[in-house]
């Protein structure tokens, strides 16, 4: 059985993964609600199979995302931030 745990989420962003019990989570999903604007690509070798994929989103949506993931994986001191319980941190308090 699996919930979703969310990572960040906003009016029209979410960004979660499948929490199951006693299993790190492996993979991660993003939804947009009622995009104003998007773009999805895709690229695929003769053969069929998908060679790339690109999704454009807002700068903003990316931003929000961005800073979710950075405080829940615990990586703000590998972009120079906080890494204890500093402001700004995922472990601090004041938040």
Known sequence: ??????ITAGE???LYFQEYLNTEPKNVFFELTRP???????ETTR???IDNLVVEIPAEIMDDIAIAWIKKRKLQGAVGGPVGNEWGSPD????
Request: net charge positive; glycine share 4%; charged share 30%.
């Open 1 to 6: 059985m699996s919930t979703k745990a969310s």
């Open 12 to 14: 029209r962003h979410h």
């Open 36 to 42: 104003r604007e998007f773009t999805i690509s895709k």
């Open 47 to 49: 053969d069929g199979v």
């Open 92 to 95: 601090c308090p004041w938040e």
